[in-house]
């Protein structure tokens, strides 16, 4: 825990848990967020550092799926050995800041600070993640769709501690794709961002579709509506005419000085036609997916 001279005690989880339990303190992972709200204020007498706790950087498989600690950086999500399902999460690890800042920014704090634009939200959406907190009363997993509950706002309470990120398992053929849309390439905060995974089966038929957008309503949502209208869908039909105004119910987007509610809306139909056309061809059943598992080498 450090004080306000700095000093700073190699903490276990037990011993993080009861500090919380004895007063709610401000916890800090990579700091990347923590600072800059700070803005012009005095930083707190005293932060729960949590990032030389022990375990909290792991990746791993478990029995019912992947299991991401609460301190892994985004370095750690992208240098980690995982399915071709976490693709689009490996994607938008590369799109959070500078290399410093993936360096240091961890995936859980991402999902804390609760930004409407949070990058690492659409990708854990559409893989189904769910978040455990825990504290001296217990522990509790939550999914994440009910973990945020707005702007800057989760349902944490003071004593508990994000400690770890759930994925479930899923098929092995599944595949994603993540696009940011920003005013440039780089450090830039999203403007419409979104996340496809997608599950063909034997016969090239869509039978698990997920769809999720940021930075377009007050938290990221999933398009359950188009979702279910792909479900049944062959990997080869003209499904993008489907991605219509009307199937983007969910969103609700504001005015801001990054766009209008008006242009994210027409920028969302757009990337995620472009997603779900991307993210096709990589299905069993479709031609281009044929042609590069006969000629992995090659261009489809």
Same mark, same amino acid.
Request: charged share 20%; glycine share 8%.
């Given at each position: ?44 007498? =005293? ?5 030389? *706790? %022990?375990? @909290?950087?792991? *990746?791993?498989?478990?029995?019912? #799926? ?36 993936? %360096? ?6 991402? $999902? ?7 990058? #690492?939200?659409?990708? $854990?959406?559409?893989? %189904? ?26 349902? =944490? +309470?003071?004593?508990?501690? @994000?400690?770890?990120?759930? !994925?479930?398992?899923?098929?092995? +053929? ?13 450090? !830039? ?5 979104? +996340? ?42 003209? *499904? ?5 105004? #009307? ?27 472009? @997603?779900?056309?991307?993210? @096709? ?20």
């Amino acid at each position: 825990m450090n004080d306000a001279a700095g000093s700073q005690s190699r903490l276990t989880l037990e011993q993080a848990l009861d500090a919380l339990a004895h007063a709610p303190l401000p916890i800090l992972a990579g700091g990347t967020d923590f600072y800059p709200a700070l803005r012009d204020g005095a930083a707190p007498d =005293r932060v729960l550092d949590i990032t030389r *706790i %022990n375990g @909290l950087r792991d *990746i791993s498989e478990t029995e019912t #799926g992947w299991s991401i600690g609460a301190g892994s950086t985004w370095t750690d999500i992208v240098a980690a050995k995982l399915p071709r399902v976490f693709d689009a999460l490996k994607a938008a690890a590369l799109e959070v800041g500078s290399v410093q800042i993936q %360096n240091s920014a961890t995936l859980a704090g991402n $999902l804390c600070n609760a930004s409407p634009a949070a990058d #690492g939200v659409p990708p $854990l959406l559409a893989l %189904n993640a769910s978040v455990e907190l825990a504290s001296v009363r217990g522990r509790r997993v939550m999914p994440l769709s009910e973990f945020i509950t707005g702007p800057r706002a989760t349902a =944490r +309470s003071d004593d508990e501690m @994000l400690i770890c990120i759930h !994925v479930p398992r899923i098929s092995d +053929s599944a595949r994603s794709q993540f696009r940011k849309l920003g005013a440039r390439r780089y450090l !830039v905060i999203s403007i419409v961002m979104a +996340s496809v995974t997608l599950v063909a089966d034997e016969h090239g038929v869509l039978s698990d579709v997920r769809i999720a957008v940021g930075a377009c309503s007050a938290v990221a949502r999933r398009l359950v509506r188009l979702e279910q209208a792909l479900i049944g869908q062959p990997v080869q039909a003209d *499904i993008l005419s489907l991605v219509a105004p #009307g199937m983007l119910s969910e969103l609700a987007p504001i005015d801001d000085v990054r766009g209008s509610g008006h242009y994210r809306l027409s920028a969302v139909q757009q990337i995620v036609c472009r @997603l779900l056309s991307e993210t @096709l061809r990589e299905l069993p059943g479709h031609p281009a997916a044929s042609v590069q598992q006969t000629n992995p080498g090659g261009r489809a």
